[in-house]
């Protein structure tokens, strides 16, 4: 079995208009997590309960073999954090910074740190508050990846950023994702962006754990089949539906179990298959998130 980064098991946390229920996470060492969902979910409260930042009322959570709060010292030693709201002092350089956490982490790399000055474009001697925001985004990864931190964390590293400057920082991010082996759970809820860089991804919505599998799964069995059925005709139980919609003859079919027997029972129910259609995984997001609320509501 792979080494896990991450195991948290049933852990909850109540706040009078919120509740992260028992949720179940592994992250192995090595991987890429996309850990997706829409704002107000849970995922920063999950992320601050994996930092020892807040105290889980229940469950149990390891960080790269460290029991979460009570080691997190040891931890944290070992843990890259960026978040779109991690704020740098203003008025010293990037330099200054760069130099400040090498103080901190004996792990820093000053070669490397160059190389990645020069990969995002940035100058050590301008001045915080006189990068963009972009910028600014670029320089907290760099002080985060220069430390060669065995987990690096990312919290909606890319909301605020203009279209220009999100493709920036994830073209660079996913080129030093190639530097060597690293495990990341990259949280957010564009799924666009996610999916450039995720070898796994876990879906939550209203603190719950909703579904998780690696993404090249996710994209091989979720399938939309456009079919028209025979006058009176009906199709039988099919394994995966997630959705069955139209009207008249017409029928559009939206399953996350796609195979070939999926194809013969349409057939045999006298069905003309028009398309079989992959999905992106923001399709694949909504139709999850919306199939286990409709579960709940009955």
Not at 271 to 294: D, K, P, Q, W
Request: with cysteine.
């Amino acid at each position: 079995m792979d080494q896990l980064a991450v195991k948290m098991r049933g852990v909850s946390k109540r706040y009078p208009h919120f509740s992260l229920d028992r949720l179940d996470l592994t992250l192995a060492q090595g991987s890429i997590m996309g850990f997706l969902g829409a704002n107000g979910a849970g995922k920063s409260t999950t992320i601050r309960i994996l930092m020892g930042l807040v105290e889980q009322d229940s469950g149990s959570v390891e960080v790269l073999g460290h029991d979460m709060p009570s080691q997190q010292v040891l931890a944290k030693a070992g843990i890259g954090f960026v978040s779109e709201d991690l704020r740098l002092y203003g008025a010293p350089t990037l330099r200054w910074h760069m130099d400040l956490v090498a103080s901190v982490f004996p792990g820093w790399a000053p070669n490397y740190a160059e190389a990645l000055l020069r990969r995002f474009d940035l100058q050590a001697d301008r001045k915080i508050k006189g990068l963009s925001h972009g910028q600014r985004v670029k320089a907290a990864l760099l002080l985060a990846l220069a430390r060669r931190p065995r987990l690096l964390v990312l919290d909606e590293p890319t909301t605020g950023l203009d279209p220009v400057a999100r493709h920036e920082v994830l073209s660079e991010l996913m080129s030093v994702m190639l530097d060597e082996e690293r495990t990341v759970l990259f949280s957010s809820h564009n799924t666009r962006d996610v999916e450039q860089i995720a070898d796994a991804i876990t879906f939550i919505d209203r603190g719950r754990i909703v579904d998780s599998a690696d993404k090249e799964s996710y994209l091989e069995r979720w399938r939309r089949v456009r079919l028209d059925l025979p006058p009176r005709g009906t199709l039988p139980p099919l394994p995966g539906t997630v959705s069955l919609a139209g009207e008249g003859r017409s029928r559009i079919l939206t399953t996350s179990n796609f195979s070939d027997a999926i194809t013969h029972a349409c057939n045999a129910a006298g069905a003309t298959i028009h398309a079989i259609e992959t999905m992106s995984l923001e399709e694949i997001f909504v139709n999850t998130v919306n199939g286990r609320r409709e579960e709940a509501a009955k």
